[in-house]
């Protein structure tokens, strides 16, 4: 159907449309969709099996919804794909405040309109992007607001009295009339108002200022709130959650896989930083490996959460580290350093909420530790396992590498050296080639200096080597071997 050719309720009859509800139009059109296999929702991993098909059948329920679920777990990204669930054009009354429609007019406005021009009532066409509204609740939100309210202005431009329905001002829910509506974080609303949707999602009308008004509207409620143990400023009434037909909960990535995919899809970057940075898989698997064990830290609130967006902003952070490394030295490409981590601490310490050990931690401390303890995690994946007791005649397969820091008085890596000189400094520790040969045969040769230096870096978690800050780098050391020489 041309939808530019149909400018009159007369035409719009003639044309065989059939209007349906937004609930019956979303149900339709998903029903299309799963009978073709096509995807319902793209871009969002880590939910195929487990929140996607819980969200299809509510849709198929034909109800409201309420994903529920900590910070960071793509509820409003799932709410607004559902707009590709609606119809490309529906018809509309031209001028109606409330998108009503031309079979079922609902307001004062059109049902006089339709019964002075009849048939030539002027239709208009809204695209479905159009049919999408948002509140963010915040505890100003008032009725009028999200509602309506007696307009004075109104009233005293058309010259009609406080009891005449058409001074009244409409609110975002009834200008989002068949369209989808979301209110995110639906906890942090006034009780208030949570009480005055109540009619909205049993019996679709609203009242407004104690008129005689009935708007049966027709809406697509979807709700996103945490966990209400989490939300100290409010809860869900009971009676709220009673009217609202299906709770979806939302979860973080199961694997580090999954959580890598997010992060390269949504992390921006400037394509001349990706030319110019190579960043090896085993960083990537680090990177995601810190929002894992920010999840379990004893340090870090859990009800709060660890939000994908840090592994997002901490992935952007590490290269821009790398970036700004290679300026200054001249590079015109390098090798991501781990390192190079150290520059991602602003981007966890803002992304975590510390319990009160946290706090005497310090946020940096934390981050630091956060770092060092995803090294130790995967390092077993990659290495042999270190064990905290070893038998009197086990022979490490580390005891070379530890003896060569022995008999030197100490290894450094400083920030600011070219990828060159980064390079021939890794390739004098000669245990490490050997090491890497005989356990990571498979190696990209662009990732072995990253792999060597997480290496080191896990002997130090595993209290084999020592390691110390420097203003300019990492200074490495045996456990014992500098105190005995000083001796």
Request: charged letters at 30%; zero cysteines.
């Amino acid at each position: 159907m041309k939808v530019t050719t149909i400018k009159t309720l007369g035409q719009l009859k003639k044309s065989g449309y059939q209007s349906k509800s937004i609930k019956d139009e979303l149900r339709d059109n998903l029903r299309i969709k799963i009978s073709a296999n096509e995807t319902t929702f793209s871009g969002i991993h880590g939910y195929e099996n487990t929140v996607i098909p819980e969200l299809e059948r509510a849709i198929l329920s034909r109800h409201n919804i309420n994903l529920l679920g900590l910070r960071g777990q793509a509820k409003t990204r799932l709410a607004r794909q559902m707009i590709n669930l609606l119809d490309e054009w529906i018809p509309v009354v031209e001028g109606s405040e409330i998108n009503d429609d031309p079979f079922h007019p609902i307001s004062r406005y059109s049902t006089n309109l339709i019964k002075d021009k009849g048939d030539d009532t002027p239709i208009s066409w809204l695209h479905r992007s159009e049919r999408f509204a948002e509140k963010l609740a915040t505890p100003d939100v008032t009725v009028a607001d999200i509602i309506g309210d007696v307009d004075p202005i109104k009233a005293a431009n058309l010259k009609l009295s406080y009891a005449d329905d058409r001074v009244i001002h409409f609110g975002m829910i009834p200008r989002a009339n068949r369209s989808i509506f979301v209110i995110n974080e639906l906890p942090d609303l006034q009780a208030r108002i949570q009480v005055a949707l109540f009619n909205i999602l049993q019996e679709g009308d609203i009242q407004i200022r104690g008129f005689k008004l009935r708007l049966p509207l027709d809406i697509q409620f979807v709700f996103t709130a945490n966990p209400e143990d989490y939300t100290n400023r409010g809860s869900i009434v009971t009676p709220l959650k009673d009217r609202i037909g299906s709770q979806i909960l939302t979860h973080y990535p199961e694997t580090i896989e999954i959580a890598k995919t997010i992060t390269q899809q949504e992390a921006k970057l400037d394509t001349r930083q990706s030319d110019l940075v190579y960043v090896p898989d085993v960083a990537k698997d680090l990177l995601e490996q810190i929002s894992f064990q920010a999840r379990e830290s004893e340090f870090i609130d859990h009800k709060s959460g660890v939000s994908a967006r840090m592994s997002i902003t901490a992935y952007e952070n590490l290269l821009s580290t790398a970036e700004y490394r290679a300026l200054r030295s001249g590079d015109d490409n390098t090798l991501l350093r781990l390192s190079d981590f150290v520059g991602i601490i602003p981007a966890i310490t803002g992304k975590v909420e510390l319990v009160y050990e946290g706090e005497q931690e310090g946020a940096a401390s934390v981050a630091q530790s956060l770092i060092s303890d995803s090294v130790k995690t995967l390092f077993p994946e990659y290495f042999p396992a270190i064990e905290k007791l070893e038998k009197e005649d086990y022979q490490s397969p580390y005891q070379d590498l530890i003896n060569w820091f022995f008999e030197e008085s100490g290894f450094e890596l400083l920030d600011d050296i070219t990828d060159k000189e980064y390079k021939a400094k890794i390739d004098t520790i000669t245990p490490l080639n050997d090491l890497i040969k005989e356990y990571q045969p498979d190696i990209k040769p662009e990732d072995s200096y990253f792999i060597k230096e997480f290496l080191l870096w896990g002997l130090v978690e595993y209290k084999k080597l020592s390691k110390y800050r420097l203003s300019e780098g990492f200074r490495f050391n045996d456990l014992y071997g500098s105190y005995i020489s000083d001796l």
